[in-house]
């Protein structure tokens, strides 16, 4: 499909984030028009404060649980491409589906919604982590995208959250990226697109909130 250029609207889920808020502002500068989702209209104040350069081409959609049937159905009305990035990192989850959930329902819903009748998306980025495809070795390997980080999951099935916070984080993001890909295999008929990105490590200045 061919790339979707300015002055064309974008759906940057989790804008609030680390790497959301970088996204949205690579592409207001860019030219495009930007709508950031966000889990509450508090969680949205600092983005609007953030970007009030941009005037009208910054807009923000408050997705309470993105875990919910529909949750970004309002979100991708109107958008050329998406780009998700949100997926729970932190590390006060009891249970290990407490960050498994909401990274799978929440690519799944992302996906979902584009490919309802009307849609105008062409374009879903993941933000995917080098964590879905790595996994432990004691000897030099070069891996690729044919591999899946197999090791992380099968240490949540045994041990939950007894496997540690990384482990789980992990295992959320191989779960999740699977799960768009079995998507995609499934409904051959999508009028857009996937696209994954593996950052093996994300460093920098840090434009959110409480930075």
Same mark, same amino acid.
């Given at each position: 499909?061919?790339?979707?250029?300015?002055?064309?609207?974008?759906?940057?889920?989790?804008?609030?984030?680390? /790497?959301?808020?970088?996204?949205?502002?690579?592409?207001?500068?860019?030219?495009?028009?930007?709508?950031?989702?966000?889990? *509450?209209?508090?969680?949205?104040?600092?983005?609007?404060?953030?970007?009030?350069?941009?005037?009208?081409?910054?807009? /923000?959609?408050?997705?309470?649980?993105?875990?919910?049937?529909?949750?970004?159905?309002?979100? /991708?009305?109107?958008?050329?491409? @998406?780009?998700?990035?949100?997926?729970?990192?932190?590390?006060?989850? #009891?249970?290990?589906?407490?960050?498994?959930?909401?990274?799978?329902?929440?690519?799944?819903?992302?996906?979902?919604?584009?490919? #309802?009748?009307?849609?105008?998306?062409?374009?879903?980025?993941?933000?995917? *982590?080098?964590?879905?495809?790595?996994?432990?070795?004691?000897?030099?390997?070069?891996?690729?995208?044919?591999?899946?980080?197999?090791?992380?999951?099968?240490?949540?099935?045994? #041990?939950?959250?007894?496997?540690?916070?990384?482990?789980?984080?992990?295992?959320?993001?191989?779960?999740?990226?699977?799960?768009?890909?079995?998507?995609?295999?499934?409904? #051959?008929?999508?009028?857009?697109?996937?696209? /994954?990105?593996?950052?093996?490590? @994300?460093?920098?200045?840090?434009?959110?909130?409480?930075?």
């Amino acid at each position: 499909m061919a790339p979707v250029h300015s002055p064309a609207t974008v759906l940057v889920t989790g804008a609030n984030g680390f /790497v959301g808020a970088w996204v949205v502002r690579d592409f207001l500068e860019a030219g495009y028009t930007v709508r950031g989702t966000v889990r *509450s209209e508090n969680k949205g104040a600092h983005l609007r404060t953030q970007f009030s350069a941009f005037d009208e081409r910054f807009k /923000v959609a408050v997705v309470e649980d993105i875990t919910l049937d529909g949750a970004f159905d309002d979100a /991708v009305d109107g958008i050329d491409l @998406i780009v998700h990035t949100a997926s729970p990192l932190h590390f006060n989850a #009891k249970e290990a589906d407490d960050m498994i959930k909401p990274a799978v329902r929440g690519t799944l819903g992302v996906l979902e919604s584009a490919s #309802k009748e009307g849609s105008t998306v062409k374009r879903i980025v993941i933000t995917a *982590s080098g964590a879905s495809i790595i996994s432990p070795t004691t000897e030099p390997f070069v891996w690729d995208e044919t591999y899946w980080n197999e090791h992380s999951i099968k240490q949540v099935e045994e #041990k939950g959250m007894a496997a540690g916070a990384n482990t789980v984080y992990r295992a959320s993001k191989t779960l999740a990226e699977r799960a768009a890909w079995e998507y995609c295999d499934r409904n #051959k008929a999508i009028a857009w697109d996937l696209v /994954v990105l593996h950052p093996p490590y @994300i460093f920098g200045p840090s434009i959110q909130e409480g930075r």
